[in-house]
């Protein structure tokens, strides 16, 4: 081999060297955990001022390096959850009643929803979601029920009763309603009106962690 050709395939084998290098230490990265702590949902409780809040939790990290191409990258979650809470407009008061990480059964496509309530003191949640590690679609998805209780009961059930359902959501006051509010998800609040033509007040706010707190306290 002359020496034109050789310092071309020295110069070549370094640069593949180099660029292996490069990818094995820094080129398939992640950034810094990031928390995205969301009110889902808020069910009021017969006619009275208190209501069910679920919150998600999504903490996961942005890709960096060659993880980035080539349109932009895929986000990697490394937790996953849901908490509900007690929430009473009238005192201020929030009760913590439990909180779960996602199982791998319903890690991909997480989702949570009060799925149903009975009565003032029964509601059901349900997971949603597909096998952690694969890909997500219809056929894949999986469901797992709860029974949460407003003492903080939270029990895995078969099925959720086909008389527990979510109650109608309307502005206007109903025949004989007494106790008048009107609960709305904000991003990470629960807003509530107190009149038919008032503006929405943040009541609650959820921390980085899903606990829900009043506002200004």
Known sequence: MDHPTLALWMLSDLRRLTLAAWVGVGGCTYGTPETVVTVEQVVRLGDSYRALVL?????????????????????????????????????????????????????ESFGARIAGIEGDSVAYVRLTGCPRGGECHPTLSRSLAYRLTTRGDFTPVEIVPAGAGLPGEMLARRPGEESYVRFSPQEDAVTARFEEDGSPLALFVAGPDGALHPVGR
């Open 55 to 107: 919150v998600r939790l999504d903490t996961y990290e942005r890709p960096t390096g060659l993880n980035t191409f080539p349109d932009g990258g895929r986000w990697r979650y490394v937790a996953r959850g849901a908490t509900q809470h007690l929430i009473d407009a009238a005192s201020g008061e929030v009760t913590a009643l439990a909180r779960q990480s996602a199982p791998d059964e319903v890690w």
